[in-house]
């Protein structure tokens, strides 16, 4: 059973730049969560997709945008690249329809290290 | 609004010492209480949850408490191992009507045990 993957690993982007960040959920799993890891920092919420919509957002600007695919897989978007912005991007799955012994935990991928320069 | 505090690192022991990481918390409502553990260049696993007060949650000889009088969920583990090295997260999610709220995490607890 697959879990979740994240793809790149890696990516060097300058300043200005757009980039697209991509997430397969793990198999059963309906729900999708993005976050942002700075160096040294916990995890900050950006958002949250289910059933193709965002249905929740953190305090993050326009520029980071999103979507969800009809097969559950998300990306996450974003443009005018600045420096802070740097950080590991992690996504993380959940069912909302599992029972109530799964219902409240999130698997994170291995998550995509972005450096712009 | 919500938010998880949590003991500053680094932290170091030596192996099998007793281990203990304290995670607090401030919510408006009844949030449920994790830890993660992260290790280097790797993503975050669960280690274990707590959904409600005086819940136990326990993995790997790890144990954690829900103490709602006290707003904490203290991560333990009586004898350390060298591979316990990783940094941990406490996290609280809050839940509406049965929809999964997000992960709201401390800022981590770098942990090191030297053999």
């Known amino acids: 059973d697959a879990g979740v993957t994240q793809s790149p690993t890696h990516l060097i982007k300058t300043r200005g730049q757009q980039v697209t960040l991509r997430c397969s959920p793990k198999s059963g799993h309906d729900t999708v969560s993005w976050y942002q890891q700075a160096l040294g920092q916990g995890p900050q919420f950006i958002f949250q997709?289910?059933?193709?919509?965002?249905?929740q957002r953190g305090n993050f600007p326009d520029r980071f945008s999103g979507h969800q695919f009809p097969n559950y897989s998300s990306e996450l978007n974003v443009n005018a690249l600045l420096l802070g912005d740097s950080a590991l991007y992690l996504c993380a799955s959940s069912a909302k329809t599992t029972g109530l012994a799964g219902r409240y935990e999130q698997y994170f991928g291995p998550g995509t290290r972005l450096t712009v320069t | 609004g919500n938010s998880v505090t949590q003991m500053e690192g680094p932290v170091t022991l030596s192996e099998e010492a007793f281990l203990t990481i304290n995670c607090t918390y401030t919510?408006?409502?009844?949030?449920?209480l994790f830890w993660y553990v992260q290790y280097p260049g790797e993503g975050l696993q669960l280690l274990l949850k707590?959904?409600?007060?005086?819940d136990k949650g326990s993995n790997k000889g790890f144990e954690a408490t829900y103490r709602k009088e006290t707003t904490s969920f203290h991560l333990e583990k009586g004898s350390v191992q060298v591979s316990d090295s990783a940094v941990y997260f406490c996290a609280l999610s809050m839940n509406y009507g049965g929809s999964q709220g997000n992960l709201i995490f401390g800022k981590g607890t770098k942990l090191s045990v030297k053999p």
């Open positions: 997709y289910y059933e193709e919509e965002e249905r």
């Open positions: 707590a959904t409600k007060a005086d």
């Open positions: 919510a408006t409502g009844y949030p449920s």
